[in-house]
Each structure stands twice: as C-alpha cells, then as structure tokens.
C-alpha cells in the first residue's frame, strides 16, 4: 500500500465544512484510495473510496486530484460527533488495510 | 451498526492463559481479517481468511492462531498470555477481496492481562 502523509491534527467549527488532506505521491495506478474514521475505542468506521473520480455518498465527499497524488475528505457540516481520528489509506493488496497514524479531528461547538 | 459482531466485548485473565476472541462477519461476506490496537502501535493487521482459508499474514505472533469456519464466523486464539498482549481486538469483513471492496469493522474486544 502506498505510504501517506496527514497532520498529524485539525480543528474545525461546528456546522462548517471539514477539509481533511491527504497525500499519496506514491500511489499506482490500480491503487484505492479508502477513508475510515475512529471515533474513541470503537472500531474503524468506513466512510469513501475512490480510484480517479470525484466520489459523494451520505456521510462525505472525496476530492481526488487530477494527478492521484493527493486526495481532500470533506464533511460538509461538521457536527460535534464528526470528532474522530481519520484515516486515509492508499490501498494495493487485495484483502488487508494498511493504517498510519491519521488526522485527529477535533470539531468545537 | 457495521454488521459485524464480536464477542465478548471485554475480557479480563492474567499472564500464561489463553483466550478466544470470536467473530461472525457481516451476512453475506467471505472474508475476515483481525486487528490488533495497542497504545503504542496504532492498527496492526494480523490475519486474513477468505472462505476459510488463510489469505495473507500480518504481524501475528506466533503465540497466535486463528481459523474460519464453514459458517463463516472466525475466531482468534491467542495463548501464553503476556502483559504485552493487553490490547484492542478488532475484526472486519468484507464481500470479497477486490480492491474496490470495504471492509467492516466490529466494535472489538478489549483484552486486559494481568
């Protein structure tokens, strides 16, 4: 899997747009993207993917650049309960996730 | 909810004991990977079966052992116990293997040596 780069921590308002970002200048070609996010000691909680395209589903929007070296996770409303520590994964093997360290995102009132 | 179900959610023994750590995936998903999260070392891949059959290896000591059976539910063992081990367990699972394919995750087991 590819290695990727997050700060290590974010803040964010309440109700405001979180943009977390991601680097991956190391990424192939056939290689995924993945978002997760934990929130205290439960367990990773799948939140996107994508491979070139821009990708939206319910919880979030993945920002892909042209070049595939970067990605931005953005949760369009942070509430409160969005405070976690998110992962970005670049995956290549088929079966296991390979997670760093992530981004703590801190969301105040 | 993930899906995914572990048992039991905490678990208290001392050093030398060994363990059970159970698993039943998501309906319908053939593969099952377990996690182990300590303090110090974040998410750490240990074991991966699809079908019940081992699929890949991580950093699992070899004090470690798991399967997956015909239903599809999987369990870890862990044995010798040592303070080290105390640590979160989390299994996950998924459809399938392809790239493009999440995985899931349960809400662990909390293991606690003493």
């Known amino acids: 899997d590819a290695k990727t780069t997050q700060p290590t921590s974010m803040d964010c308002a309440e109700g405001r747009a979180a943009n977390l970002p991601c680097n991956h200048s190391t990424i192939s070609g056939n290689e995924y993207v993945y978002w997760y996010r934990q929130i205290h000691s439960q367990g990773p909680q799948y939140i996107i993917h994508?491979?070139?395209n821009n990708e939206t589903n319910e919880m979030a929007s993945l920002i892909i650049t042209e070049d595939r070296k970067s990605s931005t996770l953005i949760l369009p409303h942070a509430t409160l309960r969005d405070t976690a520590v998110y992962y970005c994964?670049?995956?290549?093997?088929?079966?296991?996730?390979?997670f760093g360290q992530g981004t703590i995102l801190t969301v105040h009132p | 909810d993930s899906g995914v179900t572990q048992t039991p959610k905490h678990l208290i023994t001392a050093t030398g004991q060994r363990v059970t750590l159970r698993c039943s995936p998501r309906s319908g998903d053939l593969s099952v990977y377990w996690y182990q999260q300590s303090l110090d070392q974040g998410l750490q891949f240990l074991i991966q079966y699809y079908n019940g059959e081992e699929r890949a290896k991580g950093n699992i000591l070899e004090r470690f052992s798991a399967q997956q059976f015909p239903d599809l539910h999987s369990e870890l063992n862990l044995s010798s116990l040592e303070l080290g081990d105390s640590a979160l367990y989390f299994c996950?699972?998924?459809?399938?293997?392809?790239?493009?394919?999440?995985?899931?995750f349960g809400n662990g087991t909390r293991l606690t040596v003493t």
């Open positions: 994964i670049g995956r290549t093997s088929y079966g296991k996730l390979t």
């Open positions: 994508g491979l070139k």
């Open positions: 996950a699972s998924s459809a399938g293997t392809a790239l493009d394919t999440p995985l899931h």
